[in-house]
Nanobody, 127 residues
């Protein structure tokens, strides 16, 4: 089972940028689709972005499209989320997650598509 650890969160002013990292261990990272999911205070978890195991497809929530970029480096067993033009509504705990099934390559990412989850990293955007 893959283990995931997020880092890179913090406090940033609106309009600023952060780069989140998620380091994986204990599994064959390259066979899993990877995703980022966030949870704002008092709200349900929300899909943010995903990248296929081949890194040939990426998917984004409409709310972040054009501002966030997901990428992966299989040699480092790491997935990234570059967040630009941050808004206060982006404030949330951000989790990375691996697909429950290898070679998922799905164009649809309900939360149930993910198996292993990281512990989350806090992103706070001030106005």
């Amino acid at each position: 089972q893959v283990q995931l650890v997020e880092s890179g969160g913090g406090l940033v002013q609106a309009g600023g940028s952060l780069r989140l990292s998620c380091a994986a261990s204990g599994g064959t990272f390259s066979v899993y689709d990877m995703g980022w999911i966030r949870q704002a205070p008092g709200k349900d978890r929300e899909f943010v972005a995903a990248i296929s195991w081949r890194a040939d497809n990426t998917y984004y929530a409409d709310s972040v499209k054009g501002r966030f970029t997901i990428s992966r480096d299989n040699a480092r067993n790491t997935v990234y989320l570059q967040m630009n033009s941050l808004k206060p509504e982006d404030t949330a705990v951000y989790y990375c997650a691996a697909s429950a099934r290898p070679f998922y390559s799905g164009g649809d990412y309900p939360l149930s598509a993910f198996g292993s989850w990281g512990q989350g990293t806090q992103v706070t955007v001030s106005s």
